[in-house]
């Protein structure tokens, strides 16, 4: 008897809905909707996505439910979790 996975939930990327599944990194929910990368350098603007899926590289980083600087690959997915495109730094509109 093979195990059976609890049901898939809806997350949103910029807007876009999309399944993950239950245990899924918000990396993985991305990587299996074709999204590849949702993180902008601060200089140039280049593309990132996940690069080290172990949390090392910070590539991966993204804005989670208004938080910025959160490692797509380290946070499971939870149901209605907001992820957006990280711009620049991820310090806009923190005080420091």
């Known amino acids: 008897m093979g195990a059976t996975p609890d049901a898939a939930f809806t997350i949103t990327f910029d807007g ?3 399944t993950a599944l239950p245990g ?6 991305l990587w299996s909707a074709g999204i590849l990368a949702w993180r902008r350098t601060r200089i140039g603007g280049r593309p990132r996505g ?3 899926g172990i949390g090392q590289c ?9 938080r910025p600087n959160r ?8 149901p209605g979790d907001a992820v ?5 730094d991820g310090h806009a509109g923190l005080a420091v």
Do not use: I, K, P
């Not at 899924?24 to 929910?29: G, H």
């Not at 490692?71 to 939870?78: G, I, M």
């Open 50 to 52: 996940a690069f080290c």
């Open 71 to 78: 490692r797509a690959c380290l946070v499971t997915a939870r």
């Open 58 to 66: 910070y590539d991966c980083l993204a804005t989670v439910n208004g």
């Open 16 to 18: 876009r809905e999309l």
């Open 84 to 88: 957006s495109t990280q711009e620049g």
């Open 24 to 29: 899924q990194s918000l990396a993985a929910a």
